[in-house]
Each structure stands twice: as structure tokens, then as C-alpha cells.
């Protein structure tokens, strides 16, 4: 098999555990998006912010989740021009800033975990397979020798 063509599989392979990841997550994302607007995700009534203002972290959060799945999305399928050492890099710290927080926070505050063994292994799974995907596509992006500065910012 040429190299070409071996690229191009493990690239096709590579989008494919992303999507099983993305697919794994969405259980996650949505509920998630399910707090805004759900009296039992209220604050105390002595928030300073009011009861509601966690809504909107959640908002925040939802939003933020699904930009990051948008932009690796764009980077696995966009044009070969768009994956490039620098997106690589910028993919993997989507990727740390999207999965580190279901654990980097629990040595400190327990609560910070997830609620049930279920929400870990979703979450583990999520990680997983989109991690995967990111270090078996590394020669697709590290390779693409054939782009001009051009290609990407015009």
C-alpha cells in the first residue's frame, strides 16, 4: 500500500473513532444542556447572582462544548491544508480543555466528579476514542508538508 493511501486510512479511521467519542459524549452534553431550565439545578435563593444564574453557567458551558466539537470536526474534515502541526496542538488542547475537567477536579473536591459509574464510563469512552483518534491522525497533520500560509488565512 502506497503512503498515500495509508494515510488516507488511518485518517478515515482516525474520523471515525472521533465520531464514535463525539457520538459516546452527546449522552453526556445533553444532559448537561437538560440543567438549563430545570428547578432542580436552581441556586439558593440567597445567591448573590439569583437562583437561576447557574443556568447560565451551564449555557456557558454547553456552548463552549459544542464549539470545541465544531472546530475538531472542521480540522478532521475539512481540507488536508487544515490539519497542520499547529492544529494539531490546538486540537489537543480542545481536547484537554473539553475532557480534563471530568477529572482534574476531583482530588480537591470529590463533588467534582462524576455522579454515577455510568457518567464515568461515558465519559471515559468519550475521551477515549477522541484521544485515540487525535494521536493516530498526528501523521496527518505533522506531514502536510504541501501548504502555503496562504491556504489558510484567505
Not at 471515525?16 to 459516546?24: A, K, P, R, T
Not at 476514542?129 to 491556504?151: E, H, I, P
Amino acid at each position: 500500500m502506497d503512503i498515500q493511501k495509508k494515510s488516507s486510512v488511518r485518517l478515515n479511521i482516525a474520523r471515525v473513532l472521533l465520531i464514535i467519542g463525539l457520538i459516546i459524549g452527546w449522552s453526556s452534553l445533553s444532559k448537561t444542556l437538560g440543567h438549563i431550565g430545570n428547578p432542580g439545578y436552581l441556586l439558593v435563593a440567597a445567591s448573590t447572582e439569583g437562583p437561576t444564574h447557574g443556568w447560565y453557567h451551564v449555557f456557558r458551558e454547553g456552548v463552549g462544548d459544542i464549539m470545541a466539537i465544531i472546530i475538531l470536526l472542521i480540522v478532521f474534515f475539512g481540507k488536508s491544508v487544515m490539519r497542520t502541526k499547529a492544529t494539531w496542538f490546538i486540537s489537543l488542547f480542545i481536547m484537554f480543555g473539553y475532557y480534563a475537567p471530568f477529572w482534574i477536579g476531583t482530588p480537591f473536591l470529590p463533588a467534582l466528579g462524576a455522579p454515577h459509574i455510568v457518567a464515568e464510563l461515558v465519559h471515559i469512552g468519550m475521551a477515549s476514542f477522541s484521544t485515540v483518534a487525535l494521536f493516530l491522525a498526528r501523521k496527518d497533520f505533522f506531514g502536510n508538508r504541501n501548504m502555503r500560509s496562504q491556504d489558510v488565512v484567505s
